[in-house]
């Protein structure tokens, strides 16, 4: 078998010189190859070969080819396809209307999901392969996989998330002839494996209670039943939402978010002092110590900053809810710092797009985005095992029977 193979390389090999004229004999090869499939796709569509006289009289027959132009990883390749009389033939090997083999199709896709403008694709595209590729085909490539993206959004999920976190990254977005600010609002659990998953994103241009009720919405008829502990940043609306949604769901606010929130207000000599005044009430060993340093913070710096104190007493439940478990699912939920890791892995494919053309084009490189982070988050989180079983011990029978399942 070797042996053949060998012969047959150098049989093909024995006219090149140059790395162009090996390139040209591949194409050579591989338009002869296409060709030779159509012919027993024919074949089989007519049920006899060429030539044969097992077609007389069979009501359909052969009627000549037509041409078509094709881009592949070869340049351009020009294809004589088949036709029958009856119009009935289907080639498969290359589909009617398509313009350019699979191959091609997904390393355009896959220049896409690494960030590649159009424009650096149609450059890439023409020095490597010799072929010219229109934005307009690049849409239409990328296109093919909105239904995948649909898929995946409205994929079935678990019955029950023990935490996830909800954040905002913000794009800008071409609508009705002019350019504005959206947001990608991300759901990202934390499964009974302690494994991350993102449950979806939701493109909008205003977060409000309503807007989060339908996120809500969407989970629970995706399957969710219970979420345990959810953990935001300051997303207007959300906690209506999901009170409504899932009234048991525990929410805490980001402490990490309030704290650069509150020290937006304190001029750059003091910044060291306030931080380390709020040092003390977030990381206080119990609620009553947290309360206690906060009531001395309030003491010092409440007439001087009321904006960050009357910020942190709005918030106040939200803000210590962290306090109700163990240092291993404390060090999990004060922060929303998991999230916003998956958020700057989205920023490194992003960054070099100023604007978005529409909602499906800023869809299409985030779900290729998360597809792509995603296949990284094989393992639980550090410490899962232990934050899993206080978990269990503090939220009883909600826990027991995905354990025991």
């Known amino acids: 078998m070797q042996d053949m193979k060998d012969k047959t390389i150098k049989e093909l090999a024995k006219d090149c010189r140059t790395v162009e004229d090996v390139h040209e004999m591949l194409k050579n090869l591989f338009k002869d190859t296409i060709q030779q499939l159509f012919e027993a796709e024919m074949d089989e569509h007519l049920g006899y070969s060429k030539h044969s006289s097992d ?10 080819y037509s041409k078509k132009t094709i881009k592949t990883k070869f340049g351009n390749t020009e294809l004589n396809v088949p036709r029958d009389r009856n119009s009935e033939f289907e080639p498969q090997v290359v589909k009617k209307h398509e313009t350019s083999v699979n191959g091609l199709e997904e390393q355009i896709i896959g220049l896409y999901a690494k960030g590649m403008s159009t424009r650096d694709i149609e450059d890439h595209m023409k020095d490597l392969y010799g072929i010219d590729v229109s934005p307009t085909m690049i849409s239409k490539v990328t296109d093919k996989i909105m239904p995948l993206v649909s898929e995946w959004q409205s994929r079935p999920l678990e019955r029950v998330y023990p ?19 959206k947001a990608a609002y991300s759901v990202l659990g934390i499964n009974m494996a302690g494994q991350k998953d993102i449950l979806g994103i939701w493109i ?6 309503s807007f989060w009720l339908n996120v809500c919405t969407e989970l629970k008829s995706r399957g969710v039943e219970d979420i345990l502990i959810a953990c935001k940043d300051g997303l207007s ?21 309030q704290i650069r929130n509150s020290m937006k207000y304190v001029p750059f000599k003091e910044e060291r002092a306030v931080l380390a005044d709020l040092k003390k009430v977030y990381q206080a060993l119990t609620l009553e110590e947290a309360e206690t340093a ?38 999990m939920i004060y922060t929303t710092n998991i999230i916003e890791g998956y958020h700057r892995q989205l920023r490194k494919v992003t960054k070099t797009k100023t604007a978005y053309p529409s909602d499906d084009a800023l869809r299409k490189i985030i779900y290729l985005a998360t597809i792509d982070a995603s296949k990284k988050w094989t393992m639980p989180l550090r410490s899962w095992k232990e934050c899993i079983s206080q978990l269990a011990i503090h939220f009883g029978d909600r826990l027991q029977v995905e354990l025991s399942a």
Not at 204 to 209: D, I, L, Y
Request: aromatic share 14%.
């Open 163 to 181: 935490i996830v976190f909800l954040d905002a990254i913000h794009f800008k977005v071409r609508q009705d002839s002019r350019i504005i600010n």
């Open 204 to 209: 909008g241009e205003h977060e409000s209670a």
């Open 55 to 64: 077609g007389d009289n069979t009501g359909n027959s052969r009627n000549g």
């Open 294 to 331: 906060f009531a001395a913070f309030k003491e010092k710096w409440g007439k001087k900053y009321p904006i960050i104190i009357r910020s942190w007493e709005n918030n106040w439940i939200e803000l210590t809810a962290y306090f109700s478990y163990p240092a291993e699912i404390r060090r």
């Open 237 to 257: 609306g959300f906690s209506e939402a999901i009170n409504a949604a899932f009234p048991r769901t525990q929410i805490q606010l980001c402490v990490i978010h």
